[in-house]
C-alpha cells in the first residue's frame, strides 16, 4: 500500500525566509508524487509532480521538490516566502501504473510571519 | 477551459433531509473522483469513476451515501439521510488523457444542523 507522510501540522516562517515542507512516502512500487496547495475556501491546486526523470522538479510560483528514492522524501522548498505563501499544502503519492488513485497526506498550514 | 465545476457551492440543509451535489469534469477526462475534507479527518476519498464505471468505492461511508456518473460530464453524490456528522467540504476531482495530475473543483461545503 502506498502512503505519505508530512511532518508537522503546522509551519510558520518569517517573510523573506526559507521555506521547508516534509513529506516522506512509502510506495512499493516506483511512485508519482505530487505537491498541491490549498487557499482558504478553495480547492487544491497542483504546485508540481514527479513521475520520471529529473529528480529535481521545479513548480510554480517559485516553489520545487526534490525526489530522494533512498531517502523515500519528496520535501518541498522555497527560498524565500511571500506573504502569499500562506496556505495549506498536501503533498500525495499515486502509483505509476495504471490505477489512478491518490493517497493524501495530513496536510501542512504554512504561516508566513512578516 | 472552464475547469470541474460543482454545484451547489454552499448548501445548508437539516438533519434528514436529501443532499445531492454535482459535479462537471474537465472535458475529455475519464476519471472523476469524489473527496470529502474535514478538520478532524483531513482530505478522504470517497469513490472514484473510470469511463463512468465506478472502480473504488472502498471509502463511502455507509448506505446513506450513493454516487453516479450517468455519463461523461456529469456526477451527483447524494446523502440521503443528512446527518450533521456529513458537514464538511465535498471535492469532486477530474483526471484524463495524458496527464497525471487531478484537478479539482472549488468545492461544496455541506452543512447539515
Known amino acids: 500500500a502506498q502512503s505519505v507522510t508530512q511532518l508537522g501540522s503546522h509551519v510558520s516562517v518569517s517573510e523573506g525566509a526559507l521555506v521547508l515542507l516534509r513529506c516522506n512516502y512509502s510506495s512499493s512500487v516506483p511512485p508519482y508524487l505530487f505537491w498541491y496547495v490549498q487557499y482558504p475556501n478553495q480547492g487544491l491546486q497542483l504546485l508540481l509532480k514527479?513521475?520520471?526523470?529529473?529528480?529535481l522538479v521545479k513548480g510554480i510560483n517559485g516553489f520545487e521538490a526534490e525526489f530522494k528514492k533512498s531517502e523515500t522524501s519528496f520535501h518541498l522548498t522555497k527560498p524565500s516566502a511571500h506573504m502569499s505563501d500562506a496556505a495549506e499544502y498536501f503533498c500525495a503519492v499515486r502509483h505509476s501504473g495504471g490505477y489512478q488513485k491518490v493517497t493524501f497526506g495530513t496536510g501542512t498550514k504554512l504561516q508566513v510571519i512578516p | 477551459d472552464a475547469g470541474v465545476i460543482q454545484s451547489p457551492r454552499h448548501e445548508v440543509t437539516e438533519m434528514g433531509q436529501e443532499v445531492t451535489l454535482r459535479c462537471k469534469p474537465i472535458?475529455?477526462?475519464?476519471?472523476l473522483f469524489w473527496y470529502r475534507q474535514t478538520m478532524m479527518r483531513g482530505l478522504e476519498l470517497l469513490i472514484y469513476f473510470n469511463n463512468n464505471v465506478p472502480i473504488d468505492d472502498s471509502g463511502m461511508p455507509e448506505d446513506r451515501f450513493s454516487a453516479k456518473m450517468p455519463n461523461a460530464s456529469f456526477s451527483t453524490l447524494k446523502i440521503q439521510p443528512s446527518e450533521p456528522r456529513d458537514s464538511a467540504v465535498y471535492f469532486c476531482?477530474?483526471?484524463?488523457?495524458?496527464?497525471?495530475?487531478?484537478?479539482f473543483g472549488p468545492g461544496t461545503r455541506l452543512t447539515v444542523l
Open positions: 514527479y513521475t520520471t526523470g529529473a529528480t
Open positions: 472535458s475529455g477526462h475519464n476519471s
Open positions: 476531482a477530474s483526471l484524463g488523457g495524458n496527464l497525471d495530475e487531478q484537478f
